[in-house]
C-alpha cells in the first residue's frame, strides 16, 4: 500500500531523517519506535505534506506523493493523528469531528457519524461539550474518530498513548485492533515500544535519523538490544 524509499528531510541545517526506507502492506499495523529525536513524527509529516523531503520517494499505491499538499493526501485515503492531538478545543465534539470529514458529502458524513459513534459512544454522549473540557484519554478518542471521518485506508497515529493512563493505554490499543479490522492500514508511531511492538505485524527502529532495525514485530519485542534500549528490560 505504502513505499517510502531513501527519505531525506532537513530543518535548516539539520538532518532529521537520513536516508530511511520502510514499507507498509495492505491491511497490516506497521509500527515505527525510537527515542525523542529519532525522526518518527517527520517521516509522518513528510507522508502528509506537512515537511517537504529533500530526497526520496514516496508512494501510496502507484501515486507519488511526493510535491503534494495535505488535503490532496487526505483525499487519496491518508489520514493523520499528530502528536498532542490538535483537537478545536474552543469547538464542540460534533464540530471536531465535522471538520474531518470537509472533503465529503453531507449525506457521507451522517453515514460515517453513525460508524464512528458505534465504536466511540463516549463521543456521541459528548456531542455538545467542547473538546477542550475532555479528559486526556477522550480527547485521544476524538483524535483518532476525527481522523476516521475522512474515510482513510492509512491511518498514521503518532504518540497515541502519550499522556494517557495504563488502563486508558489499553482502551487505545484496543480501538486500534478494531480500526484495523475495519480494513485500515495503520503506521503507529510510539515511543512505548512494548505497546507498539505488541499491535504491530512488523517494526522499524530509528536512531537519530536512521533505520537501525527492522524485523516482524514479535521478533524485535524478543531481540535483547530492543529489549535494553527500548522496553526496560
Sequence with gaps: MLEVENLWVRYGTVEAVKGVSFSVPAGSIVSLIGANGAGKTTSLRALTGLVKPGAGELRFGSTSLVGLAPHQVVGLGIAHVPEGRRLFPKMTVLENLTMGAYRRSRADVASTLIMVYEHFPILKERGRQLAGSLSGGEQQMLAIARAL????????????????????TAEVGK??????ALDV???LVEQNAMLALTLAQYGYVLQTGQLVMQGKAQDLLRDEGVKKAYLGL
Design 149 to 168: 471521518m475522512s474515510r482513510p485506508k492509512l491511518l498514521l497515529l503518532d504518540e497515541p498513548s502519550m499522556g494517557l493512563s495504563p488502563i486508558m
Design 175 to 180: 480501538i486500534i485492533r478494531q480500526i484495523n
Design 185 to 187: 492500514s495503520i503506521i
